[in-house]
């Protein structure tokens, strides 16, 4: 019972925690910036996967892993702007267009990797990124593990979370974006550029998500293999709902997702004479128990999934 | 000057004409009325002006240039500003947010609320329109969630107002409050566009009246020179009684009776509490309210698509209290439900066979339904019931709102019932709809039919109704023979009105 009890408080498990969310928090802000802007993003996992592989494939072209995370960036942009169409001007449906998304990606980058390493499974090894160590924070004892030494992108996410927050709730764009999420046609009476806006926000969005794929296969790993995202970006979609379509939520919420992963990680490694599948269970049953509660009470933006139809 | 002048502006959704060749003039500083029955084409003549349709011919000119307004935002650029009749209000943002949005006070690239909340609370005073500048719109009430609508466009700085039926969901004292505001407006140098069908409203408010009619501008009169009647039969096209002859009914036993009923909500909150109605035999009981009251729960109780959780319901002796709603309507219930699309139809149907809907039984042999007899008993509703349309395969979702009301009640009516529950028999229907639907109701009190009316509309209930019964927050507060339309106001308003604000609105309605 002690040994559980170390590992559930152990500095480590929260370190941990810290990389295991990183990409988990970009996509489920890149999840409140679409939905709070009314569109369903299924397509998160899809676009977390392709700046997973454009990171890599920068970083294969050029063998500098900061080009990498910029490829990642117009990677993702790229195709936010792409959900942007097919949700927007041809107004598909959400949900079909993301799951569309999702499977097309999954295909896309699976061929790429075909044609130009040969392999479907795995990418070559690329150079990835450096840890940074921040000289006088690093030395604080539990505030230096925690924060002490990360790569950039971790970093980035603790900007992002901040500036996300600022920008929803502080900023004329952030009141407009709401509104246009919460009832388009109001919007619409209100000279608002409802298009605009949302267009801005998927890409925006796709971004993100561009930046939590590179730090998975840039920052973990060092290449790319098939269906790398395995189910982060759902995950993330949870964690945009779980906190409330806000990025600080959002941030709790991923990072709740992560630490029971890093526990579950680390209880395997006790020999407990539990089954590791049990162990194993552990987060996605927290999943479901956290989210079924807030779903109670959760209440998403009230255009969400709606299509806006003018009459000029 | 004439501030707006339309020049044969046309607007077609497919092969329908919404605007056929519409001129009209509006001047600057006057309260112009635009009347017309439903699908008249008065809201779309309006959102032409507001940019939100692009009209397919015409100009319009305004200030005395011509002007293409081809989006909202160059509406409101040019100093238009639409009260629309379905608020554009975010629910869960507050007062302030909902106004400045589109055009924020800024502080260092932020939005600076505390400037924004000074800038509302300026013209909220200027304009005597009371709103809490920090309140979320879900927490205050439609008067408010109005004036919000209201500082909304003078915040942009709107010198043209246009108004689509803002006295819809108001209550008769909110109507004066905004009576007030619109008079003060004028005298502030605003131009104010009034859309709505009222008639008593016309000649109240307004200056000039422009009368639409399928699309056409009939006439434009100016209001001093009209007379309610004249107004009805230049929108109806044909001579319109606004009085309903009601005759002398002879009352017998009584048909309904609800006793004690009450019903509490999911949270154990009391949405009914304790009513007891009795109708007899010809007779019409009215329910009066403000809606969302406990009226369309009244109405779910008695038709039996919701339990009640104490008390009794008897129909015609028998109690029906636990009865499902097809042996309801066996006993002889007619139910004309208050949300026809929702209840009262299958917008996707045929005519014919949204007609023996409920009644489908007495069509069928064997199983199989008897088309010829349909047809033969569809035919008799659709002429006695004056239901205007091509053929009775027509779907119930290409008739007009009047007309889909006439084929309810049609239906409703044909089927010799014992108690008809009649809930916002005339809610969104034009003039000539409502006289019909009237006089339909009185006939069957003639008839000698229990009849309960439960209904927005003060007039209609003054009107037809033997009794009225004010429901406030789920009680019935109130019942009397005769009530003046202040007091029922007065009652549906809250059972305590202070004896100061009395007699305010009294000396305002005497004023006015």
Redesign the interface.
Known sequence: MQEILEVIFNINTFSAAIRISVPLVFAAIGGVFSERAGIINLGLEGMLLTGAFAGVLGSYLTGNPYIGILFAIMGGALIGFIFALFTIKFEANHVVAGVGLNILMLGITTWLMQILWDSRGTSVNVTGLSEITIPILSSIPILGKLFGSHNILAYLMFIVVIFSW?ILF???FG??L??VG??Q?????????IRKIQYTSLIFSGVLCGLGGAYLSLGHLNWFSMNMSAGRGYMALAANIFGGWNPLGAFGASYLFAYTDALQMRMQALNLNVPNEIIQMIPYILTILVLAGAMIRS?PP?GLGKHYK??? | MNIIEFKGITKK?GDFIANDKIDLTIKKGEIHCLLGENGAGKTTLM?NL?????PEEGEIFLREKPCKI????????LGLG?I?QHF??????TTT?NI???E?P?KN???DMKKAREQVKQISDNYHLAVKTNEKIENISVGEQQRVEIL?VLYRKAEILIFDEPTAVLTPQEVNNLFTTLRELKAGGKTIIFITHKLEETMNISDRVTVLRKGKVIGTVNTCDTSPKELARMMVGREVLLNVNKEKSDVGDNVLEVKDISLTGKHKNLLLKNINISIRKGEIVGIAGVSGNGQLELEECIAGLRKVTSGKIILDSEDITHAPTGIRRKRGLSHIPSDRLKRGLVPSYSLAKNIILGNQDSFTKNGFLLQNDINKYCKEVLEKFDVRCQSMNDTANNLSGGNQQKLVIGRELSTDPKFILAAQPTRGVDVGAIEFIHNNILEMRKQNKAILLISAELEELLSLADRILVIYEGEIVSKKNNYTKEELGLLMAGKKVPEEEKKELENRIQND
């Open positions: 600022i502080k900023t004329p009141l407009r709401r509104v919460e009832y046609k109001a919007a619409d009476t209100l000279g608002i550029k209440r009230a003018t009459n000029r | 959704f959102n507001f940019g939100l349709y692009n081809d989006n909202p935002h160059k509406a409101i650029e639409m629309h554009m209000l975010i629910d869960r943002l947010e400045i949005v589109g924020e800024l690239g932020l939005v909304k």
